[in-house]
């Protein structure tokens, strides 16, 4: 649980634990997407809740964005625009509902 550094001719443990990483570097096992939302209004609350028991998509770190990039950014699009259109006025759900009715289902 430890990695070994040589500094001069002595060498020590470093802990590894958690305590010692830096809360930005941590690895946060909830931290995932999931794996195909079935409707735009999951995909909304992955974004503003989490699913599952997983973190909110919305409070991801720049880490934990890298290591689903492909996908975040391709969902990213979408809750860009519900966020939009949410500060416009009007409500998540029925803002998802004129994107069904534009886009169709």
């Known amino acids: 649980a430890g990695r ?11 802990d590894m634990t958690a305590q010692n990483i830096p809360a ?3 690895r ?3 931290a ?4 195909g939302p079935k409707t735009l209004h999951q995909l909304w609350d ?3 809740n989490g699913i599952g028991g997983m973190k909110a998509s919305r409070l991801f770190t720049a880490a934990e964005r890298g290591r689903v ?3 975040y950014s391709k ?3 979408f809750w860009d625009k519900v966020c939009e259109m949410v500060r416009a006025g009007d409500l998540a759900e029925v803002a998802i509902d004129k994107v069904y009715a534009a ?3």
Do not use: F, P
């Open 24 to 26: 930005d570097r941590r």
């Open 4 to 14: 070994r550094v040589i500094e001069g001719a002595q060498a020590r443990r470093i």
């Open 28 to 30: 946060d096992g909830n």
């Open 46 to 48: 992955e974004w503003a």
């Open 69 to 71: 990039r492909s996908i």
């Open 103 to 105: 886009y169709g289902d």
């Open 75 to 77: 969902r990213k699009i």
């Open 32 to 35: 995932r997407l999931c794996r």
